[in-house]
């Protein structure tokens, strides 16, 4: 009996200038190297199938069931500023929609899966290194409620790509709510093209933001909620130490998911100049860039919708305008909230932020690491002492306080903001447990630590070995428990084991 996949792919009846149909190159013998079992569950599709010959031959792009599209889209994009008026799918192909079980259409996409029209001269396949750093910050990103592409598998093709050398090939299956971009409507507004702008943000609307739908002027409420959802994305991504790395128009996603996960990393000391990416040689990506960035990013968003959101080109202008500062609204907001109850605050009081800012500020002078300093914070909460001692000294004797002040060279800075710290506690009604509980519920004791990526890929790349993959994949799988076991995943790099620089690997 055949297994049917219920492809229903409304991208493909777009006209055909928004893609390329396109069928993946098959490869020589594949092999299975991970199924996510979870994700494939909520798509509605059967492991089984999946990881037998059949579904091996569909994540490998070797065949592709029937309904399947096979499409590669069009998009443009400002790269580090500079404006390319046509980039597309160079080595993604999507093979077709889902509508999951909770009723949300899903895009599945072959990562890898060979040459497009829009490959430009390129290979169009992936190398296993790249695509094990996608599966594992992507699905690590999802543990940490983030919003984010997810990866349902990853593929092991028997053939080499040729990069700085020759390195084993894989295909990754990438699952999005869509692969629609700034630079999607970017690449038709450079064209001068108002109907297909027009299309596409009636396909975004029905897709995404359906209550834009029924607004007095839709296209403006499809602003509004772009602008709302990258702010609101961006402060997660600051509130964990993530560093896209790459942040041009093109892996910007209107639906607010994290996109195309290159050259990415996360923060080990804090530094808000932090930059890993090794293309991004100026630092217009670095770390504590990203908030602009993306104001900038759907600034060209906006540009693109202006003839939709009126035919006076003044008042389109002052509309966008307009819309354009809720984004510094969303993201103060969720930051500002996400950073008060990283230090155990959840009522508002004044000087809250700033409280915060103090730390981090501690922080960067002494390099401390970032995801270590606010889970062993955590800890401090949890002293009885803590919530009564206005001097903080009985607390900064406990052990957790001990640990917190091996991160910090200036230690009687760190005592002066421990006292203002358990004195603004006195304020909130939760007990010293609930307070170091809700601590620990955002802030991670276990992050994709460069160095532990990088030991993943040079054992799959240079001894075909996947076991430092899988345990690291379950340790992520869990970020906010405490697993003794797995101390060693916790610890911040020692100086032989610091990465300072990653890579894109296209």
Same mark, same amino acid.
């Given at each position: ?5 219920? /492809? ?6 777009? $006209? ?30 059967? #492991? ?78 992936? *190398?296993?290194? $790249? ?22 598998? %990853? ?20 699952? !999005? ?40 002027? #839709? ?15 961006? !402060? ?15 892996? =910007? ?9 290159? #050259? =990415? ?25 990203? &908030? ?57 009081? %004044? ?22 300093? /606010? ?10 002492? !803590? ?42 009604? %939760? ?12 802030? &991670?004791?276990?992050? #994709? ?29 869990? &970020? ?9 995943? *916790? ?12 890579? =894109?690997?296209?």
């Amino acid at each position: 009996m055949s297994y049917t996949i219920p /492809f229903d792919t409304s991208y493909a009846r777009l $006209p055909e200038r928004f893609y390329a149909r396109t069928q993946p190159t098959p490869v020589t013998s594949p092999r299975l190297v991970k199924l996510n079992v979870a994700l494939a569950g909520e798509l509605g599709l059967d #492991p089984s199938f999946l990881s037998g010959d059949a579904g091996l031959a569909m994540l490998s792009g070797n065949a592709l069931p029937g309904g399947a599209a096979g499409i590669a889209t069009a998009y443009a994009g400002h790269q580090f500023g500079g404006f390319v008026p046509q980039l597309g799918d160079g080595r993604a192909i999507l093979i077709g929609e889902i509508v999951d079980r909770n009723g949300i259409r899903r895009d599945i996409q072959l990562k890898g899966g060979g040459p497009t029209r829009f490959s430009r001269g390129g290979d169009g396949r992936a *190398a296993i290194g $790249p695509v094990l750093r996608e599966y594992i910050i992507s699905e690590a990103m999802q543990a940490l409620g983030i919003p984010t592409t997810r990866a349902l598998a %990853a593929v092991t093709t028997g053939q080499v790509v040729l990069r700085e050398g020759a390195l084993p090939g894989a295909v990754l299956t990438r699952v !999005a709510s869509s692969h629609i971009r700034v630079g999607t409507f970017q690449y038709f507004a450079a064209r001068g093209d108002d109907e297909a702008v027009r299309l596409l943000a009636d396909h975004v609307i029905a897709r995404h933001y359906p209550d834009a739908a029924d607004a007095s002027n #839709p296209y403006r409420a499809l602003l509004d909620g772009v602008v709302r959802a990258q702010g609101e994305l961006i !402060a997660q991504w600051l509130l964990v130490g993530f560093i896209h790395g790459v942040m041009n128009t093109d892996n =910007c996603s209107v639906a607010g998911e994290t996109i195309d996960y290159g #050259p =990415c990393a996360f923060l080990d000391e804090y530094d808000p100049r932090a930059v890993f990416s090794s293309i991004d040689r100026m630092g217009r990506y670095a770390y504590g860039n990203q &908030p602009a960035i993306g104001e900038w990013n759907v600034a060209r968003f906006a540009e693109c919708l202006l003839p939709l959101i009126s035919d006076d080109d003044d008042q389109a202008v002052t509309d966008a305008t307009e819309s354009l500062t809720g984004y510094a609204d969303a993201f103060e907001r969720a930051y500002r909230r996400g950073l008060r109850h990283k230090i155990g605050l959840l009522a508002e009081h %004044a000087g809250d932020v700033e409280l915060a800012q103090d730390l981090l500020n501690l922080m960067a002078s002494s390099a401390a690491d970032f995801t270590s300093t /606010f889970r062993r914070l955590s800890g401090v909460a949890d002293t009885a002492e !803590a919530a009564q001692a206005t001097d903080a000294a009985s607390a900064e004797g406990s052990a957790d306080a001990a640990s917190l002040r091996e991160l910090f060279a200036d230690q009687a800075a760190l005592s002066a903001w421990l006292s203002r710290w358990h004195e603004r506690l006195q304020l909130e009604p %939760a007990t010293p447990a609930a307070r170091a509980a809700a601590m620990r519920a955002v802030n &991670p004791a276990f992050v #994709p630590r460069n160095h532990r990526v990088e030991e993943t890929i040079r054992a799959a790349t240079e001894h075909d070995d996947f076991g430092p993959f899988e345990r690291l994949m379950t340790v992520l799988s869990r &970020p906010f428990e405490d697993h003794p076991e797995n101390a060693a995943y *916790a610890t911040p790099p020692s100086p032989e084991e610091r990465v300072t620089q990653t890579f =894109c690997g296209t």
